[in-house]
């Protein structure tokens, strides 16, 4: 066959051409995601969105700013606003972190740092807690703090360089006091009888010995002892009420009240005083202890206070778990009932008001003023009673259509309509408290399923804070930086273990989190989510903390489902949930885009390959004809029937030669607008 060298030359001048648009296409390619990586570092570093006419934010604010203005306690504290003994600005180095001319604030207990960038002075960057100072000393101007390694600020050195040295008697002043607190003998006892009173064992003393009093109580009560030297007794000594049973139920009312009234004195001891004083079954204690000291006085004329020791029976209702949702059930219900109260008794009065104005005349006795009316009504309503005289059907056998009209309004009114709101109220408002603690009680079982799941990566805490702080993404992206802007104390722009493991116990989180190695590996993916020196920067760090939200979320309605797995429908709900979580699209599409992305690039590679392979096959065949021709021009390799054919290939080979890649990278793009 004859061989056309021009078509030859032509063909390995296309494929060179092929090959280089295959080379741009790569390129193009490797350079939208260099900019799309761009624009999500970008994303998560763009400057924060503030609505006009809300608080500014701050730098280094943490979870205090417009997210949380509703917030009690921000995950990242705040400066102290009370307490305050010193107050300065002054240049300041935690660890290794550059100096930086910041707020210093001193009280009691703590040394406020304020964050650099913050005008303001009230955003708090550390927290150093004067009990772990361990040693204070001066070097190159500058008043030296050492920390424990094992504390909250894990062995950090602090510098601050102040003027004078009246920021460091200060600090030494504040450091010994605060040691002598920490280390001093009554903290130790106060620390012991803490856990002796809320120990089990005496928690069912103290309930036993209620009990114990309040069938006393109720014994004195239905006895009625009287003292020997009574009149009755000396008349009767050998009677029930007589004899030993007054003394000695005196006796034991001595006892119990001194033991109640110790009880009390230590249980204010040990959760002196916040603590003691926000429990209202602690006030409720000793209001009834100082009405039992008051009557162990036997002052005359308040003997009736006597009864009041019979209320410490409700004690119980702090000790048992069903006892306490009851109470304070009826307790949530009493103010809502009281206003259907209110209403019943005003319709009480207007009917009480009209029913003396109709029959004062006819029975003076139970209509003749508005008390007298309000009692006839209330024997009624209560008892069904109408014995007065007015009655419905006279002696002749006719009908009084007055008091009958009045009766059939009393009755409606009050018993059909009044009542019947008081008990709708006080019923719905029980099984709302009831629903509220039934939702404490679950709530408690979720957390202490989330304390059992394994290789989370330790922030629960965090997370269960950040869920209730943050409604929208941006809004979460804000959080993600200020946080890692928080744990990132020295700016260096990327946080190791170290500084995760410090910046994390310094959230106000319930419970503090402890990083551990373990949980670090977890966070970082193994390795696969940081720099190869193990490091995360703020992208790393994002993608870390919405990983963990998502797998946080995908826990929680695990742990939800299997509480709710007698009731199918939720059961079902929430099942369906953490599947369509645990199937999200777009991190599939994340997935397979990069599969996509890396076989495009192998499949070009290969098309590079094979056309260096044709070009220098091609070159070999032209030298062998040549050779085999004498240098003469060498026959065509393909015919004038042939050509047609190789003229509709070469638009083909063309665009196959980048095997679809325009295609595949359009539907990278729309995957990535979806």
Known sequence: MPVNFDDVAEGAGGGVKDNTAMQDAIDQEREERRQYAHAMSMRVNAPMKIDEGTVPDRAFEGFGTVEAQNQEKPLVPLMPERGILKDEWMGVEIGDAKKCEVRVVITKRNIGIGAEF??????????????????????????VLRTNPDGYSSGRVYKFYCQGNNWRNLIETNVKAEHARVNSKL???????????????????????????????????????????????????????????????????????????????????????????????????????????????????????????????????????????????????????????????????????????????????????????????????????????????????????????????????????????????????????????????????????????????????????????FDTSEQLGRGIKKLFYHLDYNNAGTIN???????????????????????????????????????MNIAHFEFMMRSQVKSYVQRNLTDIAAMHEEEIEQHIILTSLRLLLMLDPSTRMETLMVKVTELSEDVVSLRTKMMQAVKRIETAAVAVLKATTGGAAPPTLMNANEAPERANRAPVGTMGGNFGLPSIRGSISEARDT
């Open 187 to 469: 903290k130790v006892v106060r620390q012991v009888l803490r856990r002796y009173y809320n120990s089990r064992p005496y928690q069912w003393f103290l309930s036993t010995t209620i009990v114990v009093n309040f069938f006393l109580v109720v014994y004195e009560s239905q006895v009625q002892p009287l003292p020997q030297t009574d009149p009755f007794c000396v008349a009767d000594p050998g009677h029930a009420r007589c004899g030993n049973v007054y003394e000695n139920l005196q006796t034991f009312d001595i006892l119990f009240t001194a033991f109640f009234t110790l009880e009390l004195a230590i249980n204010m001891y040990v959760h002196w005083f916040f603590a003691f004083v926000k429990n209202p079954w602690n006030d409720f204690d000793f209001c009834i202890v100082m009405v039992s000291l008051v009557n162990s006085a036997d002052i005359e004329g308040l003997e009736y206070l006597s009864g009041a020791r019979a209320f410490r029976i409700f004690r119980l209702a702090g000790k048992f778990n069903s006892l306490r949702r009851i109470v304070a059930a009826l307790g949530s219900s009493i103010l809502p009932m009281a206003n259907a109260f209110l209403i019943g008794g005003i319709f009480l009065l207007i009917l009480a008001v009209l029913g003396t104005e109709f029959f004062k005349m006819r029975d003076e006795v139970n209509f003749g003023t508005m008390f007298r009316t309000v009692y006839s009504l209330w024997l009624m309503i209560a008892f069904g009673n109408w014995d007065n005289d007015l009655p419905v059907i006279k002696e002749d056998g006719t009908v009084d259509t007055g008091v009958l009209l009045y009766l059939i309004v009393v009755v409606v009114v009050l018993l059909w309509i009044a009542l019947q709101v008081v008990l709708a109220v006080l019923l719905d408002n029980f099984i709302a408290a009831t629903a509220h603690e039934d939702n404490i009680v679950r709530k408690g079982e979720l957390l202490e399923a989330n304390a059992q799941n394994l290789n989370t990566g330790g922030l629960e805490p965090l997370l269960m804070e950040m869920l209730k702080l």
């Open 118 to 143: 913050d005008t303001s002075g009230e955003v708090m960057r550390d927290r150093l807690p004067l009990e772990e100072v361990t040693e204070v000393t001066n070097e190159d101007g500058a008043v």
């Open 497 to 535: 273990y170290e500084k995760m493991y410090q910046g994390a116990k310094k959230l106000q989180t319930d419970p503090q989190i402890l990083v551990s190695t373990e949980d670090w590996k977890i966070l970082i993916g193994d390795g696969a989510n940081c720099t190869p020196e193990g490091e």
